[in-house]
């Protein structure tokens, strides 16, 4: 079993940054992909991006548009650890913030289904 734990959330004005941290441990061999998603009160859970873990395709990444250009993903692969830098922070990135980790195919990448481990949450705010 793979366990996840996130870290690193807090409060930031608007146009500020925030680093999260989440690291693996437990049966981590398994993992294609670690992913990141967020959820605001009131709505669905929605991917924000993933890096891949293994294979031909090791170290890509991938961003929602709403986030492409200021956020990014980053792994340390020794430590099981990866990062998402938030930069140009607006109100409406406010959300928990879940680190997931999974096997998806290209399709479901994107997908909750992709993903079979998730972390507890950190949770996100930003001020107006």
């Known amino acids: 079993q793979v366990q996840l734990l996130e870290s690193g959330g807090g409060l930031v004005e608007t146009g500020g940054s925030l680093r999260l941290s989440c690291a693996a441990s437990?049966?981590?061999?398994?993992?294609?992909?670690l992913g990141w998603f967020r959820q605001a009160s009131g709505n669905e859970r929605e991917w924000v991006g993933s890096?891949?873990?293994?294979?031909?395709?090791?170290?890509?990444?991938y961003y929602a548009d709403s986030v492409k250009g200021r956020f990014s993903i980053s792994r340390d692969r020794a430590r099981s650890v990866i990062s998402l830098e938030m930069n140009n922070l607006k109100p409406e990135d406010t959300a928990v913030y879940y680190c997931?980790?999974?096997?998806?195919?290209?399709?479901?990448?994107?997908?909750?289904?992709?993903?079979?481990?998730w972390g507890q949450g950190t949770q996100v705010t930003v001020s107006s």
């Open positions: 437990g049966s981590t061999g398994g993992i294609h992909a």
């Open positions: 997931a980790a999974g096997r998806p195919i290209q399709s479901t990448i994107a997908t909750m289904r992709g993903y079979s481990t």
């Open positions: 890096i891949r873990w293994s294979g031909g395709s090791y170290g890509n990444t």
